[in-house]
T-cell receptor, first 113, second 115 residues
Framework: QQQVKQSPQSLTVQKGGISIINCAYE??????FPWYQQFPGKGPALLIA?????SEKKEGRFTISFNKSAKQFSLHIMDSQPGDSATYFC????????????FGSGTRLLVRP | GAVVSQHPSWVICKSGTSVKIECRSL??????MFWYRQFPKQSLMLMAT?????????EQGVEKDKFLINHASLTLSTLTVTSAHPEDSSFYIC???????????FGPGTRLTVT
């Protein structure tokens, strides 16, 4: 069963706008929440990540907001650029020795110039 | 830092043949490597986890005799697709994890097409 739910499936924003992607998880046994960016035909690249003891993390134009009680976390892309057009995956890492990542279903972002 | 390479980047093979895909961590020692497959417009699906020097752990529904994984060193893991069939055509991606923080770094992927 899917333990990490991601929405929306696709998103279109204008250049300079804010892109927001949401994820929710169902299992509390996660200790790390990364976001990955993937361009067509390429492997995912780690974008930004957060641990559950922090409510927000910002790196440049990218911010993760984390709500532990609601079991939700989101990615905000400020001043979105056409070069940000890609598929974004949230993930949650299992809190055991396996270090397995459970991925969301992905969000295809299109930033119009 | 944290660069992971895969070889080949794409491969076409005939049905019934075997294909080997290599995954290397170039600048760090990967105690654990993961193999994923990804179908078009879908998410990554974990196939197996391998730890250096031990047998791989396969996810439910993944045939271990069909997808052979070897993690012979701290920088190299291989995935061999045996007796490939057209339904095995997919994008195969490895990731490597090392160090205390356990972050996963992904390779560029290998596009396998079985004709």
């Amino acid at each position: 069963q899917q333990q990490v739910k991601q929405s929306p499936q696709s998103l279109t924003v204008q250049k300079g706008g804010i892109s927001i992607i949401n994820c929710a998880y169902e299992n509390t046994a996660f200790d790390y929440f990364p976001w990955y960016q993937q361009f067509p035909g390429k492997g995912p690249a780690l974008l930004i990540a957060i641990r559950p003891d922090v409510s927000e993390k910002k790196e440049g134009r990218f911010t993760i907001s984390f709500n532990k009680s609601a079991k939700q976390f989101s990615l905000h892309i400020m001043d979105s650029q056409p070069g940000d057009s890609a598929t974004y995956f949230c993930a949650a890492r299992q809190m055991d020795s396996s270090y397995k990542l459970i991925f969301g279903s992905g969000t295809r972002l299109l930033v119009r110039p | 830092g944290a660069v992971v390479s895969q070889h080949p980047s794409w491969v076409i093979c005939k049905s019934g043949t075997s294909v080997k895909i290599e995954c290397r961590s170039l600048d760090f020692q990967a105690t654990t490597m993961f193999w994923y497959r990804q179908f078009p417009k879908q998410s990554l699906m974990l196939m197996a986890t391998s730890n250096e020097g031990s047998k791989a752990t396969y996810e439910q529904g993944v045939e271990k005799d069909k997808f052979l994984i070897n993690h012979a060193s701290l920088t190299l893991s291989t995935l061999t697709v045996t007796s490939a069939h057209p339904e095995d055509s997919s994008f195969y991606i490895c990731s490597a994890s090392g160090g205390r923080r356990g972050e996963q770094y992904f390779g560029p992927g290998t596009r396998l097409t079985v004709t």
